[in-house]
Every structure is written in C-alpha cells, then in structure tokens.
C-alpha cells in the first residue's frame, strides 16, 4: 500500500507554453500533499505544500503565480507551470501524507522530468 | 534554518564492506529523523526513521541513532551488496515538512 504515481513521467515543451504534471494516491487518501524540486545531482527543495480543499502554502521564493498547485480531492494534486522558461528545467517530485502529524512518513512519487526548450 | 547535512559523495565501495554515511542536523526542536533512498529510476522511498533521542531505527541491514547530544543520525551498514547501489537521503521532520541534505551517492562494486 502507500502508492504515489506521478503524470507524465517526462515532458518536453516549448518555452512560454503551460505544463501540468498529476500527482495521485493510488491506494490511500492524501491528507496533505508536497511538491519538491530537484536539481541534478541536488537535493529536494520543497516549493509548497496542499491540503485538499485549501489554498497552497508556498515556500519563500517560489512564484505561485508561475507554480499553480490544486488539490481538489484526497487523491489528487496538480502542479502546474504557467508559461514555462529554460531555466524551470527540472525534476519535479510529488509526496503525499496520510496524516499530517510532524513525524509522519510522506510517500514519494516516482518524479516528472520537465524539459523546457 | 533547519537544515540538514550529509557526507560528500559520491562513495564507492566493495560488496561486503562496512557502511557509514555521516548526517548531521540543526538542533531546533526535536524534529523526527529520516533516511530515504533512491534506486535509480524510482522514486525516493523511506528507508528508516527515528522520532525521538536515542531511538534506531533499522531496516534492511540498515541502522541509525538519533543522538541528541551531536545532532547527528548516521546511516551503518554492516555488510554492503550490490543491491545498495543508491542515492541515499538524509532528513529532518518537523511541522509536517520535510528538510533533506544533499544526498549521498553510493556504488557498490563486486
């Protein structure tokens, strides 16, 4: 159980064009999900967290008009990157919670890598 | 900040070997601690974790202690196989989020 499948695994689009990368719970209902960025061969950096129904909390730094994250259901949570440039090239990572407790384990999808041309 | 940090990598080692990768975390508060793991082409999965001072955790042949008194939650492994070969994660739990060190990457030759 705890299963987190991420959509699409890689994209490629140009630059100004919208992305959308699904973030899902497969067989448990997210109480809170996460969205990380990682850079190659760099750690996770959290951009923001969701709790289903809410608005996103958005970690200092991160633009949420050029980040848009839903989280319209305990299942699902999309992040998505308005009008893409080169440099948000990346590895986007999403994690869901069953609880929201300090010490609760998140589970991790498998990533979607983002190539912006 | 909180923050997290690990042992430069990458490291490689023969199977069989001894495993140490070093962590060390900020003191604020008494946040839950974490190793996660990433195989290549995966996603990071949670390997072990420690909620409080003196806990170990353990899993797989892996271990780690929480000591308080040197902030620290280093990753042993008594014997290493090939199968180890990873991307290993340090992190620090507290608020609900999450704060990882760089990541240490692991080879296993052998």
């Known amino acids: 159980g705890a299963v987190v499948s991420q959509h699409p695994s890689w994209v490629i689009c140009k630059s100004g064009t919208s992305v959308k990368i699904e973030c899902r719970s497969l067989?448990?209902?997210?109480?809170?999900m996460f969205w990380y960025r990682q850079f190659p061969k760099q750690s996770l950096m959290l951009m923001a967290t969701?709790?289903?129904?809410?608005?996103?909390?958005?970690e200092q730094g991160v633009e949420k008009d050029k980040f848009l994250i839903n989280h319209a259901s305990l299942t699902l949570s999309t992040l998505t990157v308005t009008s893409a440039h080169p440099e948000d090239s990346s590895f986007y990572i999403c994690?869901?919670?069953?609880?929201?407790?300090?010490?609760?384990?998140?589970?991790f999808g498998p990533g979607t890598r983002l190539t912006v041309l | 900040g909180d923050s997290v940090t690990q042992m430069e990598g990458p490291v490689t080692l023969s199977e069989e070997a001894f495993l140490t990768i070093n962590c060390t975390y900020t003191a604020t508060g008494y946040p839950s601690l974490f190793w996660y793991v990433q195989y290549p082409g995966e996603g990071l999965q949670l390997l072990l974790k420690a909620t409080k001072a003196d806990d170990k955790g353990s899993n797989k042949g892996f271990e780690a202690t929480y000591r308080k008194e040197t902030t620290s939650f280093h990753l042993e492994k008594g014997s290493v196989q090939v199968s180890d070969s990873a991307v290993y994660f340090c992190?620090?739990?507290?608020?609900?989020?999450?704060?990882f060190g760089q990541g240490t990457r692991l080879t296993i030759n052998p």
């Open positions: 067989d448990f209902q997210a109480t809170t």
């Open positions: 969701s709790n289903e129904g809410s608005k996103a909390t958005y």
């Open positions: 992190a620090r739990g507290g608020a609900q989020k999450l704060v």
């Open positions: 994690s869901a919670s069953k609880t929201s407790g300090p010490g609760d384990e998140q589970f």
